[in-house]
């Protein structure tokens, strides 16, 4: 097997993908411990020792993943009372996650303010009233950082999340008026600034050109404070490479270009919360061909699983331009045949339902295995489950050891989306 097979089945061999397939039923998501390994040393070893990482629960909140970046020595970055609930099964202690989100509820505020979460990230005034009141209703201090929307210059990526209008933080031309109103709100710690200025980004050079601009926002906030913050959270953003034509982001590039970054405020540490770059590329997903048609002289290949397991692959989670993740058909038998294109499409009653427009196969069969690669982030916990009441695939852990762990089990009719397993 090649090598870009090889990573696209997250290290496995094509046996076995068989062998898993066979072992826990399809559709089925496999994710690869040592892949999960190895995306996080890479990174910590791109990254300045001033950089602490925090994985980004939404990417894939099983517990069992979670718990395996705590043991490599991540935070972690939530966005609702569900994430933090999740991260405490997984064996997070409530200091190492920091909270984020445009809409935190009463309820989600009282409850990780009571377990004394690590930091929160203000983006509206009326979140810093709010959590103020519940601060002095508990008789505590809690740790703060403002979420800027940046300026456009600083804002590149397949998905802008700054420098426009935006629900996402305060707009950086009024970030004085913010900071003050902050420092004097009772029962808050103002620490520092968070800016998240887009993601899926492959190029090292938009990513410094961020961080740098982040960085100039902390000194911005030690001249309007007259002290220098302690934390610059610059979110996560790294991508992986989805589509045919992207290259992976260049950790190279991105290690030397950090030795030329702005100075660091005295004491300050930056935070990066990755997601997708850890998770992506660790995990597949699997599902079986059911049939094999002609229509009009094109071929589909219909399958068991399809956009209610994975949105992402299908096209249907942000894309404009609709390409293919990549994806491979593994065929019992090929028998020589000539190559011919397919189309591969998922169970559902909606044209939408496509998980590769165009897959170069020889032999299609019933009982053939479709193979989704970069799918171990932004996957099942993205897609619509509930939709036309098709079961939640299983997922399923392969741990260094070569022993395996359910994080979920295969939904039913009767419970469409099982909880993940708590076990860590």
Request: aromatic content about 6%.
């Amino acid at each position: 097997m090649n090598e870009p097979q090889a990573k696209q089945y997250c290290g496995l061999s094509e046996d076995s993908v068989w062998h898993y397939a066979e072992l826990f039923g399809t559709p089925l998501f496999l994710i690869h411990q040592e892949q999960i390994q190895h995306q996080f040393h890479s990174l910590r070893q791109a990254l300045p020792s001033q950089f602490a990482i925090h994985y980004s629960v939404k990417a894939n909140p099983a517990p069992g993943v979670i718990s395996q970046l705590l043991q490599l020595g991540a935070g972690l970055e939530i966005a609702s009372a569900g994430e933090f609930n999740l991260a405490m099964q997984a064996g997070a202690s409530a200091q190492q996650i920091i909270f984020a989100g445009p809409c935190k509820s009463r309820a989600e505020l009282q409850l990780v303010v009571e377990q004394g979460i690590g930091q929160i990230h203000l983006e509206s005034f009326e979140e810093i009233e709010l959590i103020s009141e519940i601060a002095l209703a508990q008789q505590k201090v809690v740790s703060v950082a403002v979420r800027v929307n940046p300026l456009a210059q600083a804002a590149a990526g397949s998905m802008r999340m700054g420098g426009l209008p935006s629900p996402f933080g305060f707009d950086e031309e009024i970030l004085e008026s913010v900071l003050r109103r902050v420092e004097v709100a009772a029962g808050l710690n103002l620490i520092g600034i968070h800016q998240f200025a887009a993601t899926q980004v492959l190029n090292a050079d938009d990513l410094l050109r961020q961080w740098t601009h982040a960085i100039r926002l902390g000194h911005k906030f030690e001249e309007i404070l007259n002290r220098p913050p302690t934390v610059i959270d610059v979110g996560g953003g790294l991508g992986i490479p989805l589509y045919a034509q992207d290259n992976p982001l260049d950790l190279h590039a991105l290690a030397a270009g950090c030795k030329t970054l702005p100075s660091i405020p005295l004491n300050c540490q930056m935070v990066v919360e990755p997601g997708r770059f850890l998770l992506g590329p660790a995990g597949i997903y699997i599902c079986k061909i059911a049939a094999v048609k002609r229509s009009r002289e094109k071929l589909f290949l219909i399958c068991d699983g399809g956009m209610h397991h994975h949105l992402a692959a299908s096209g249907n989670l942000g894309q404009v331009i609709k390409r293919d993740y990549p994806v491979t058909v593994l065929e019992r038998s090929n028998s020589g045949a000539e190559m011919q294109n397919a189309q591969i499409c998922g169970p559902l009653c909606t044209p939408l339902d496509v998980l590769a427009r165009s897959v170069q196969v020889q032999n299609p069969a019933v009982g053939d295995l479709v193979v989704v690669g970069q799918s171990g982030a932004y996957a099942s916990t993205a897609s619509p489950m509930h939709f036309l009441g098709h079961p939640a695939a299983a997922e399923v852990l392969l741990r260094t050891d070569s022993t395996t762990q359910i994080l979920r089990t295969r939904g039913t009719s009767k419970n469409l989306v099982p909880c993940y397993s708590t076990e860590s």
